[in-house]
C-alpha cells in the first residue's frame, strides 16, 4: 500500500519545526503532496477512495481539531463528535436554506458555526482545569447529539432526522463521485493542515503551549491565558466542525447525529494519544493507526487464515492484535507514535 | 482492491514461508459446491461481534441454512448455485461501508446482485453510493420508510414492512381487539419510544392515524439506551393508556417489560414493535413478561413447510451455521430466513427474463420491481404463513405492509392475531409519496416515471 506508507512518512517528515533539515522538509512535503494530488488519483480504485483514504483524511482532521485544544493548548476535551455534529448540521443548514452561496464557504461557515459552539463549550475552562475540564465537555456532547435528534428544523424535518448532502459542486464540477469526493476531502483537509501549521507557529501557537505548560507562570510573564483558552477552543472545534461536514457530505453523504456520539470523540482522542498530542503529523499517524490498522488486519486475517475459521473468532483475534499493539507502541513511545517516528529517523541520521 | 489484494497476499505468503501456518490463502470457507457452472455471489455484511452480535448471529444462521439448502436440495437458483462469503461489520457505519465496498465489485466472475446492510445508519449512507452502483439495498423491517417511493429511491427497497406500516397495523390490531375501526374513538394509545431517529419515526404516522379515527395518541420517549424507565412507566399509570404500543431497542425492551409489571401496568396490553419482539428482547424480562405482545413480519415458528424441509435436509444433518439450535425458529432466525427468500425470488424473477446465469445489480433490481410473491407461489416455496404476500413496483418497493401479532407464552413465541394484520397503506402512502417528493426536490433528483424500469432494462 504504497500511498498510504507515503502519507505517512512524508507527513512525519514535514513536521519537525526546530531540527536543521528544512530541505528534507519541504522535499518530503512535496513529495507527500505530489503523491496525494496526483499519484493516487490516478491510480485509486473506489474501494480506495471510500474505505481508505476518505475516511483516513476525515477522522486525522477532526483528531487536528482536538490536538489544537487538547494537543497544543492542554484544554481537555471530549466534545469533538459534538463539534462535528454541529459542522455538519451547520453546512447542511447553509447549502439548504442559502442555495447561492458555493460550497467552499459554506463548508467555511459550517466550521465557524462549531467553533462558536465551541468557544461556548469552552467557557467553563476559565474556571476548571485538567481533567475535570472533560466534564462539561461531555455535557455538550450529550446535549448537542439530544438537540440534533430533537429539534426537527435542524434537519429539515425529515423522517429519522437524517441529512444529505444536497448537493457537492464547485465551480459548475459535480464531486459526487468518490474521486470528487476525495478531491475536496484533501483539498479541506491540505488548506486547514496549512492554516493549522501556521497557528500553532504564531504567538497564538506560543501562548497554547505556555498555558499548556504551566498556566500560572503563562499568566505572570502576562500572557492572556482566558483568550489563549478560548482561541484554542475556537480553533480546534471549527476544525472538527469541518470534519463533521466531511464525514457528513464526502464520505458517508447521509447521516443522523448518531454518527458523531461519544464514541466519535473516543476515537479523535485515542488517535491524538497514540499519534502524539501537540503534534500536527501525529494527528494524520493516529488517524492511520486508528482507521486502517483494523482494515490492514481484516485483509491479513483473510489472505492468512482463507475462511476456516468462524467469522466472529477472527473478529475478536482482531481486536486482540489492535488492543495489543495501541499497549505495545504506547509503552515503547508514551508520547506517540509521532514521537516514535521522529526517534527513529534521529537514530538513522 | 486488486493491487491491496495482491499486496496483501505476498505477504501472506511470506509469513507462509516464514513458517506460520498458513491455510490455502483466499480460499472461502464457503465454496462448498464444485466449481463447473457459473455461480452467484451473495455477499453478506455481518456483524458476529459487538453489541448487536446476539440479535446478528441467528439472522446470518436463517440466510445462510436457506443459501445451504437451496444449493444441496434445489440445485441452486435454476441450477445456479450460490456461495458467499463474510465481511465483519461490528454493526459499525464505517465497517459497514468498508465491506460494501469490499464486495461491491463481485467475486470470482460474479457480480453482486443484493446487498444486505443490516443496519439503519449503514443503510442511510449506502443509500447515494448504491444508486451510483446500481446495487439494490434489500432492508427488510427497517430502513427508510420514503424509500418506498422507487421512482427517488431506485435501489433502496423497504421490503415487507415500514415503520409506518407497523404503527398503523398496531393500531389495526388493537381496532380489533376493541371490536372495529369505528370504536378506536377516545382509545388511549401511549407510544414508549426509543429517543432516536429510529424511535421517533412512527410519530408522523400515529399522528395521522390519530386524527383519521380519533384515538388518544400519547408520546412518551425513553432515552438511549433505557435501563431505567421508572419515570415513563409512573407517566403511564397516571394517564391509564388502554394500550401501549412499544419500540424499544436493545435492552430498552426488557426493562420496559419489568417496569411495566411493577407498576401494575397489564403486560398483555403492551404490544412490541419490529425491534422489541424477539426472544432475546422477551427472555431477560423472566416470568413477567407471559402475555407480552409484539407485531412483526418476521413469524417465529418452526411449523412452516420450508423449515420443516430445512430442519431436515440442514439442521437435522449437522450442516447449520447456527451453534446453538435453540434459536432455530426463532424471530431472528426466520428474520434471516425470510430476507433470503425475498432476494432469492427476486432473482429467480429476473433470471426469467435476463437468463438462468449470475446477474447483476442492476438485473436484480427489475427482478425486485416486479416481484410477485403471491399465495399459490409462497405455497410452492413452503414459505405461506412466514412470508406475506408481496407485490413490488417502481412506485412500491415496501409490498405487503402487514404484520403478525405475536404472544409470549413463557417460554416460546405464539402467533395470536388472525392472518396478517394489514396496515392503512392507502391513507400512508399519499403522506409517504409526499415526503419521498420533498426529498427528491432538496437532492435535485428528478424520479424516474413508473416504467423507467422496464423501459431501461430493454
Not at chain 1, 59 to 85: E, V
Not at chain 2, 28 to 45: I, M
Not at chain 2, 71 to 92: P, Q, S
Amino acid at each position: 500500500m504504497p500511498p498510504a506508507l507515503a502519507t505517512l512518512s512524508g507527513l512525519g517528515a514535514g513536521r519537525r519545526p526546530a531540527l536543521p533539515a528544512v530541505p528534507v522538509r519541504t522535499a518530503g512535503l512535496a513529495l507527500l503532496l505530489a503523491v496525494a494530488f496526483v499519484a493516487i488519483p490516478l491510480t485509486a480504485t473506489d474501494y480506495w477512495y471510500n474505505a481508505i483514504l476518505i475516511p483516513f483524511l476525515i477522522m486525522a482532521l477532526a483528531g487536528l481539531g482536538l490536538n489544537l485544544t487538547m494537543g497544543y493548548a492542554g484544554q481537555a476535551s471530549l466534545g469533538t463528535g459534538a463539534f462535528m455534529a454541529v459542522g455538519a448540521y451547520a453546512t447542511y443548514n447553509l447549502l439548504l436554506r442559502l442555495p447561492d452561496l458555493p460550497l467552499p464557504v459554506s463548508l467555511a461557515g459550517g466550521g465557524l458555526i462549531a467553533g462558536a459552539v465551541g468557544l461556548v463549550v469552552g467557557l467553563p475552562s476559565l474556571r476548571i482545569k485538567g481533567f475535570y475540564l472533560i466534564a462539561p465537555t461531555l455535557a455538550a456532547q450529550f446535549l448537542i447529539e439530544w438537540i440534533f435528534n430533537q429539534v426537527g428544523w435542524f434537519s429539515n424535518y425529515a423522517t429519522s432526522s437524517a441529512i444529505s448532502a444536497p448537493r457537492l459542486v464547485v465551480l459548475g464540477h459535480d464531486l459526487s463521485n468518490p474521486a470528487g469526493r476525495y478531491a475536496l476531502t484533501l483539498t479541506s483537509v491540505t488548506v486547514v493542515a496549512a492554516l493549522a501549521w501556521r497557528l500553532v507557529g504564531s504567538q497564538t501557537g506560543r501562548n497554547w503551549r505556555a498555558v499548556r505548560d504551566g498556566e500560572t507562570a503563562a499568566a505572570v510573564i502576562g500572557v492572556p491565558v482566558a483568550q489563549a483558552k478560548l482561541s484554542a477552543f475556537f480553533a480546534g472545534a471549527a476544525v472538527s466542525g469541518i470534519a463533521g461536514a466531511l464525514w457528513a457530505f464526502a464520505y458517508l453523504g447521509t447521516v443522523d447525529a448518531r454518527s458523531f456520539d461519544l464514541d466519535r470523540s473516543f476515537q479523535a482522542l485515542f488517535i491524538i494519544i497514540i499519534g502524539g498530542l501537540g503534534s500536527l503529523s501525529g494527528s494524520f499517524i493516529g488517524a492511520a493507526f486508528i482507521v486502517l490498522t483494523p482494515i490492514l488486519l481484516t485483509h491479513l486475517s483473510n489472505a492468512i487464515l482463507g475462511g476456516s475459521l468462524d467469522g466472529g473468532q477472527v473478529s475478536n483475534l482482531q481486536r486482540i492484535i489492535f488492543g495489543a499493539l495501541i499497549i505495545g507502541f504506547l509503552i515503547k513511545e508514551p508520547n506517540g507514535l509521532a514521537a516514535l517516528l521522529g526517534r527513529l529517523r534521529r537514530t538513522a541520521r | 482492491m486488486t493491487r491491496l489484494s495482491r499486496a496483501l497476499r505476498a505477504v501472506a505468503l511470506a509469513t507462509s514461508l516464514a513458517g506460520l501456518p498458513a491455510l490455502s490463502p483466499s480460499a472461502s470457507a464457503a465454496d462448498e459446491t464444485g466449481a463447473q457452472a457459473p455461480k452467484q455471489y451473495f455477499p453478506l455484511a455481518t456483524f458476529r461481534v459487538g453489541a448487536y452480535a446476539s440479535s446478528g448471529i441467528p439472522s446470518w444462521a436463517g440466510i445462510i441454512d436457506y443459501l445451504r439448502y437451496l444449493n444441496e436440495v434445489e440445485g441452486g437458483i435454476n441450477g445456479v448455485k450460490l456461495f458467499w462469503d463474510e465481511c465483519e461489520t461490528e454493526w459499525a457505519v464505517e465497517k459497514g461501508v468498508e465491506c460494501y465496498e469490499r464486495q461491491k465489485g463481485g467475486r470470482e466472475g460474479s457480480p453482486v446482485p443484493v446487498f444486505l446492510p443490516h443496519g439503519d445508519p449503514v443503510s442511510k449512507a449506502l443509500t447515494e453510493k448504491s444508486v451510483a452502483d446500481k446495487i439494490p439495498l434489500l432492508t427488510t423491517g427497517y430502513g427508510r420508510t420514503e424509500a418506498i417511493d422507487g421512482r427517488v429511491f431506485p435501489y433502496s427497497f423497504t421490503v415487507l414492512f415500514s415503520f409506518w406500516s407497523e404503527a398503523s397495523s398496531v393500531v389495526n390490531y388493537i381496532a380489533e381487539q376493541v371490536g372495529g375501526k369505528d370504536k378506536l374513538k377516545g382509545v388511549k394509545i401511549a407510544t414508549v419510544y426509543h429517543d432516536s431517529p429510529y424511535g421517533k419515526e412512527t410519530q408522523v404516522p400515529l399522528d395521522l392515524l390519530a386524527k383519521t379515527y380519533g384515538f388518544e395518541n400519547i408520546q412518551i420517549a425513553v432515552p438511549h439506551p433505557g435501563n431505567d424507565q421508572s419515570a415513563q412507566w409512573a407517566r403511564i399509570r397516571q394517564i391509564k393508556p388502554d394500550w401501549v404500543f412499544l419500540r424499544g431497542w436493545g435492552v430498552m425492551t426488557p426493562v420496559a417489560i419489568k417496569t411495566a409489571a411493577k407498576t401494575g401496568f397489564p403486560v398483555d396490553r403492551i404490544i412490541g414493535g419490529i425491534w422489541s419482539g424477539s426472544e432475546e428482547d422477551v427472555r431477560p424480562a423472566g416470568s413477567v413478561g407471559k402475555g407480552y405482545l409484539a407485531i412483526t413480519p418476521f413469524p417465529a415458528g418452526q411449523d412452516f413447510e420450508i423449515t420443516k424441509k430445512i430442519k431436515a435436509a440442514i439442521v437435522d444433518q449437522g450442516k447449520s451455521d447456527l451453534k446453538d439450535l435453540k434459536s432455530f425458529g426463532s424471530v431472528y432466525y426466520n428474520s434471516g430466513l425470510i430476507e433470503t427468500i425475498i432476494a432469492v425470488e427476486a432473482i429467480r424473477t429476473a433470471q426469467a427474463r435476463f437468463g438462468k446465469r449470475p446477474l447483476n445489480g442492476e438485473e436484480t433490481q427489475w427482478g425486485l420491481e416486479h416481484l410477485v410473491l403471491d399465495e399459490a407461489r409462497l405455497k410452492q416455496i413452503g414459505a405461506d404463513g412466514l412470508v406475506q404476500p408481496l407485490r413490488l413496483s417502481a412506485k412500491d418497493h415496501e409490498g405487503g405492509g402487514a404484520g403478525k401479532v405475536l404472544q409470549w407464552d413463557g417460554a416460546k413465541w405464539a402467533i395470536v392475531s388472525n392472518g396478517w394484520v394489514k396496515s392503512d397503506r392507502e391513507l400512508l402512502l399519499p403522506v409517504i409519496y409526499e415526503r419521498a417528493a420533498a426529498y427528491a426536490k432538496e437532492k435535485g433528483i428528478t424520479p424516474r416515471s413508473d416504467d423507467t424500469a422496464e423501459a431501461g432494462a430493454r
